[in-house]
């Protein structure tokens, strides 16, 4: 055979593998419903017996209330959209318990059609994606503005009997991914923050990264541009900047180390404030509300004693107030160095600006403001 023919044949055959892959790529057949229906069953959104749907079972009467129905309840989203022929963009009232977020909770037409999200500073986005019902509820309860609110024309490191824990919820992606485009976040006033994470093209939404309907993160997605990434575990050892955040000259460690560092330092920081300006040592406790407990033997580990309602911590100042906002906030968002790693590091280490003008920082000098 001549090398012409053989030419020939090979760049054919190159052509129709070109052709198949890109017909791959181009061409995915939709997903079976029973596919998808077992994907929702598995995710947060279905768990009958998840506190999210069920925290207000024993109520009486049990109703979910008004301000927390939008996102604890199916009939509670439909009354916010006006998909219940309701006015659109409020809830009219408390919901039935006992619904999960089923798939007429986003497949609606209002749901469809809606572009437009509101966040609790007021400010507002336009999201042509669909990801636009993933914002509607991942973004927290509070903001900026509720802070300064609350501390505002106090004496900074002045105990006021009427200031108290600033919760913004829980689950604040969206928030986080958005930045200073919806400032949920404590932002200092004269600071710059990062707006919203675009990433990479492609992958800048919630449903670009998350599966709309198991809400997990496939890291076959990650691991052509991250290739240490094999599995879901490997997410977290993601790095793709050159800047040493936390000044602890290993640019081999991830993103998340980075960020955990400086979150772990803003805790000691809170610690040494409270305890040497407040003169009431605090403890924070991730899995029991309010979180932030006084530490009454002092001996900085929140004891089994010490972590319930009543010991909750009452001696605030306004600085521990915006600090402990944004310590709480960075710990409420696990993904954080997926979703906004530049604007969850500026928040921190203004934090710990915040604190350094009364307390010694360990290590501050060395960190990085990106």
Known sequence: MKWSTVLTVGLVLMGLTGLIIWGYQFFVAPESVESITEKWTQSGHADARSQSFTHWDEDEPPLVPQNCAKCHSLYGYLDFLGADGTTARQVDGPAPVGSVLYCSTCHNIPAHEGTAVEFPSGLQVQEPSASVSCMHCHQGRTATMTVDNAIAERGLDTVAEDLGFINVHYAVAAATLLGDDVQVGYQYDGKSYAGRYEHVEDYSTCIHCHDAHSTQVDPNLCSPCHYNVVDATDLRHIRSSEVDY?????????????????????????????????????????????????????????????????????????????????????????????????????????????????????????????
């Open 246 to 370: 936390d000044g602890d000259g290993d640019l081999s460690a991830p993103i998340a180390g980075e960020i955990a560092a400086l979150h772990n330092a803003l805790y000691a920081a809170l610690q040494d404030y409270a305890a040497t300006v407040i003169g009431t040592p605090i403890v924070h406790d991730e899995s029991t509300f309010p979180y932030y407990f006084a530490d009454t033997n002092a001996n900085g580990i929140a004891d089994e004693g010490e972590v319930n309602f009543g010991n909750r911590y009452a001696t605030w100042t306004p600085r521990l107030v915006r600090t402990v906002y944004n310590h709480n906030y960075v710990h409420k968002d696990r993904g954080a160095f997926a979703h906004n790693p530049r604007y969850v590091l500026q928040l921190l280490y203004d934090s710990l600006q915040d604190l350094g003008e009364k307390v010694s920082v360990a290590d501050f000098d060395r960190f990085v403001r990106p």
